[in-house]
């Protein structure tokens, strides 16, 4: 059976950040979660502040995976994490904002 697949989607697979993300994804899921328990909705006003602050803290806790590789791409790390796990962070904040009232 062949797969037959856009240049799009290869170039997406071909990814190396992806490809990071993906290898570690059970580390990266348990942290995320973590660090959704950690840091509180009700001390930030906006949700990008506290989107800025989340994904900040979970990359700190990436530190002792990538500090020695070379050329490590950090911001598109940050991207591709605010991709995958938008939802769970929007949801976390406007239910933990909802409570703070």
């Given at each position: ?44 006003e906006t ?16 530190h002792p ?37």
């Open positions: 059976m062949k797969i037959i697949i856009t240049e799009d989607q290869f170039n997406k697979l071909q990814n190396p950040n992806r490809t990071w993300l993906i290898r570690r994804f059970h580390i990266i899921k348990d942290d995320f979660n973590d660090s959704i328990d950690e840091i509180d909705p009700c001390s930030f949700f990008d502040d506290y989107e800025f602050m989340l994904f900040n803290y979970l990359m700190d806790k990436f995976y990538f500090y020695d590789i070379e050329n490590f791409d950090y911001y598109a790390i940050v991207d591709e994490l605010k991709d995958i796990f938008y939802v769970d962070s929007t949801e976390t904040y406007y239910s933990g904002k909802e409570k703070c009232l």
